[in-house]
């Protein structure tokens, strides 16, 4: 009844995904809604392990307030759960929900169609009520906050964006969920034969790297030894753009594992995301 409630939160009221129309779907990237438009993206993650998988919903609401600045909300939720636990990620799913207001503060063009620019983000991070599995779950559960930028070169047919995050959740009852570094390093291409206007797809193809590394579990005061993990993942992604829709998708295998004891090893990530796009003008952000 618990996951059945919390499909039908995310459906109804659609706060809504590891990635947005924009971009790739691991990791982070620099563009934002132009100014008045309006996003909704709808995510599926499944995470793999030796002991079991992991799907779970997110879904994501953005506004663009000017054509650099825009506020996102996230609400997850886990629809089937492994029996041992997961490291903490929040850049690639999880029971988090989340507010990000996000700020393009540079954006140099180099000539037509190409610019470098950076882009801070910044917000709230509450956990859901899905608890989970294994010893974890019975962790107090308390807000927190994540704040991290991304840089990059874009054009109308090469990406490169490199961006971190950082993830800190506040103390409760002498308990903490881990705090959790992310990181990511993605290039994108955008064939000249797949780049095309509407009434046509418009695709782009993606290299993605991604790494989190959380912190030790904070229980009763004392750090629990084997609750820390450092994974890093890569593989390709994909986006096509269809007048005001987008879909995208992509897997990744890990290339570094360092979990404790308390964790299986993942062995491969997949994401599908849908996007719609409201009161979009011609000349966006989304080249």
């Not at 882009?119 to 989970?132: E, S």
């Not at 593989?235 to 007048?243: A, E, H, Q, R, V």
Request: glycine share 10%; aromatic share 14%; charged share 15%.
């Amino acid at each position: 009844m618990r996951t059945i409630f919390c499909i039908v939160f995310v459906l109804c009221f659609s706060l809504s995904s590891w990635a947005t129309g924009h971009g790739p779907v691991f990791g982070y990237a620099t563009p934002t809604n132009s100014q008045g438009e309006w996003s909704f993206d709808f995510g599926l993650q499944e995470r793999d392990t030796a002991l079991g998988s992991q799907l779970a919903a997110r879904s994501m609401f953005t506004y663009g307030f000017t054509p650099y600045l825009q506020l996102s909300l996230t609400t997850p939720a886990i629809l089937t759960n492994t029996h041992a636990n997961l490291p903490v990620t929040m850049m690639s799913g999880g029971d988090y929900f989340q507010s990000n207001l996000s700020w393009r503060f540079q954006h140099q063009a180099k000539s037509i169609g190409k610019r470098i620019e950076t882009t801070g983000f910044g917000g709230l991070v509450a956990v859901g009520p899905q608890a989970g599995s294994g010893p974890t779950s019975t962790i107090a559960r308390a807000p927190g906050f994540n704040a991290g930028a991304v840089a990059g070169l874009a054009s109308r047919s090469h990406y490169l964006w490199l961006g971190g995050a950082y993830t800190y959740f506040i103390e409760r009852d002498s308990s903490r969920i881990p705090s959790t570094v992310s990181y990511s390093l993605v290039y994108g291409f955008r064939p000249r034969s797949l780049r095309k206007d509407y009434p046509h797809w418009d695709w782009r193809i993606f290299g993605e790297l991604v790494g989190e590394r959380s912190s030790r579990v904070l229980m009763s005061g004392s750090l629990m030894s084997g609750t820390q993990a450092h994974q890093v993942f890569f593989g390709p992604s994909t986006l096509g753009i269809y007048k005001s829709f987008a879909i995208a998708g992509g897997v990744q295998f890990p290339v570094y594992r360092d979990v404790g004891s308390f964790f299986p090893r993942e062995r491969v990530r997949v994401v599908i995301n849908l996007s719609y796009f409201l009161f979009h003008r011609e000349h966006s952000n989304r080249e």
